[in-house]
């Protein structure tokens, strides 16, 4: 089975079109959060997710839009990102972002791979803390190690974890005593064939709003036949989304960075 994985979409339509052209072909979709935010389009994005994804996370910007509780943690920029996205969705919208789980583990449908486990941010700390440093990454991998030792995960799959929330598409691996492989930052395309018994903890990146310096859009297909992990990065109209959040009045900095990737 051929899974995509997205994340951080932030209404960004543009974006999340093409990555649904990359998807033709999965049999599922799931976004990891941050459905909502900084884009000119919440509405479009969110019916696409509530149709498309089979599951579905919260993310930080998702949970501060629903309840608008706590928002004074977030930036200038973004707060009015919330609050005027908020007046765009429909109570029956905030409600269904409300109720989204912050984290998951799952096992996929035909059982090809036992357990999945995903999250916006980590799993210290579902939608606040960025794995954004190899000690992080560590910290992720031991919670990680217990959480398969408490479902009895076979010796001889590769234990994975998704996630997103930095909007840096980058993966990190460790084996099985927990020794960090690898650390490979993906700024163009990266295909990884799964070891049984390592650790993957793979950020999918952003679909609508990358950080890497990157000006392209970010998702992930796992395929749970192959043992394969593909990570892509797109091109998309990136003027149209741009000229969208300057005409509705959202700071003109969320148009601009997207030329940037940053
Ligand atoms: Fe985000």
Known sequence: MKIGIISDIHANWEALEAADKILFDVQQVWCLGDIVGYGADPRLCLEYIRQRCQIKLKGNHDQAVADLRNIDFFNPVAKQAVLWTRNQLSADDCRFLAQLPSSLSVTTEDRSLPVVWLVH????????????????????????????????????????????????????????????LQHLSVTTEQRLTLEGGWYYLVNVGSVGQPRDGVPLGSCAILDTDQWTIQIIRFGYPIAVAAQKILQAGLPAELAYRLFYGW
């Open 121 to 180: 941010g980590s799993l210290r700390s579902p939608l606040e803390e960025y794995i954004l440093d190899a000690a992080t990454a560590q910290a992720t991998q031991t919670l990680l190690a217990q959480q398969a030792q408490e479902v009895h995960f076979p010796k001889d799959a590769p234990v994975l974890l998704f996630f997103g929330h930095s909007h840096l598409a980058e993966v990190y691996i460790f084996n099985d005593k927990g020794k960090k």
